[in-house]
């Protein structure tokens, strides 16, 4: 059973600042990889989507990595603006058949200050 | 395109009452996914649709759950009775069948369901 784990739980820094948002899973035989925020009472909103053939994707401030082969992928986001406080989840898409049975991480809460 | 719909946005009911929530996917999609939102479990897939047709259901809790798709645009959600433990956020999401398999998930706003 696919399991995604998103390190840290919470993070908190100052504007301006580059950091780096981090998920796990456990099977690498995956399909792609999405990177969503969700704004609080807010539905989802994605960000970027990796295929398992890629390595990375960049949208403005932000750059997504995905090592399959060793479970990871990380959202990096430049210059932190406080917009940009939300919860970022990961999810992945498995590679068996045409199943669309995406599986979310609990997100990282990224407060960023003014 | 307006996005994905969902109605209500918010819904208290009372426990043993019947609950029906709705969603209108983006027009064109082929892909209709119910999702549960709790702070304890995250976010979990209940089912998806392709083509009106229910392809997974396996994330369905249990009986007091289903789920229609009559037509393209409209799907239900339906919990009878409803329970206190089944208070979360609920959203619906669509995508599109693309070539190249690129299927990047759109989400509605969500319902919050409280039960009492």
């Known amino acids: 059973k696919q399991e995604v784990t998103q390190i840290p739980a919470a993070l908190s820094v100052p504007e301006g600042e580059n950091l780096v948002l981090n998920c796990s899973f456990t099977d690498s035989a995956i399909y792609n990889l999405q990177w969503f925020r969700q704004d609080p009472g807010k539905g989802l909103t994605s960000l970027l989507l990796i295929q398992s053939s890629q390595r990375e994707q960049t949208s403005g401030r932000l750059n997504a990595s995905l090592d399959k082969s060793s479970g990871r992928s990380t959202l990096y986001i430049a210059a932190s603006q406080p917009g940009d406080s939300a919860t970022f989840l990961c999810?992945?898409?498995?590679?068996?058949?045409?199943?669309?049975?995406?599986?979310f991480g609990k997100g990282t809460l990224l407060t960023v200050n003014p | 395109d307006a996005g994905v719909i969902q109605s209500p946005r918010h819904e208290v009911t009372e426990m043993g009452q019947e609950v029906t929530l709705r969603c209108k996917p983006i027009?064109?999609?082929?892909?209709l996914f119910w999702y549960r939102q709790t702070m304890m479990r995250g976010l979990e897939l209940l089912i998806y649709f392709n083509n009106n047709v229910p392809i997974d259901d396996s994330g369905m809790p249990e009986d007091r759950f289903s789920a229609k798709m009559p037509n393209a645009s409209f799907s239900t959600l339906k919990i009878q009775p409803s329970e206190p433990r089944d208070s979360a956020v609920y959203f619906c999401?669509?995508?599109?069948?693309?070539?190249?398999?690129?299927?990047?998930?759109?989400f509605g706003p969500g319902t919050r369901l409280t039960v009492l």
């Open positions: 999810a992945v898409r498995p590679r068996r058949g045409s199943n669309y049975k995406l599986t």
């Open positions: 999401a669509s995508t599109p069948r693309t070539s190249g398999g690129v299927n990047e998930q759109f």
């Open positions: 027009s064109g999609h082929d892909y």
